[in-house]
């Protein structure tokens, strides 16, 4: 298991930016993917863009043209850069660690508060 550690949430306005980061523990050794979702109240999680050990990436529709995740191996950071937010982008957003070889686990960080206000 890894400990994640988020950081960056806040309120702003619509069209800002935010930044969040997260910080695990332990090692990247080995294949895993890094990645963050949200949920809004009374909605499920949802996937938000995630990137591989190997640095490829998936996002969803939403968070295509907006968001940017990034990885640092070293620094066992993962970063998603939040441009142009909106409204509905207002939710608790949670960090994830999926490991895949040579252990299968998965750990999830407390999630940080994301507002857009109108």
């Known amino acids: 298991q890894v400990q994640l550690v988020e950081s960056g949430g806040g309120l702003v306005q619509v069209g800002e930016s935010l930044r969040l980061s997260c910080a695990h523990s332990?090692?990247?050794?080995?294949?895993?993917?890094m990645g963050w979702y949200r949920q809004a109240p009374g909605k499920q999680r949802d996937l938000v863009a995630t990137?591989?050990?190997?640095?490829?990436?998936n996002y969803a529709d939403f968070a295509k043209d907006r968001f940017t995740i990034s990885r640092d191996i070293a620094k066992s950071t993962v970063t998603l850069q939040m441009n142009s937010l909106k409204p509905e982008d207002t939710a608790v957003y949670y960090c994830?660690?999926?490991?895949?070889?040579?252990?299968?686990?998965?750990?999830w960080g407390r999630g940080t508060q994301v507002t857009v206000s109108s």
């Open positions: 332990g090692t990247s050794f080995g294949v895993n993917v």
């Open positions: 990137v591989t050990s190997g640095e490829s990436t």
């Open positions: 994830n660690f999926r490991s895949l070889y040579p252990r299968d686990f998965e750990s």
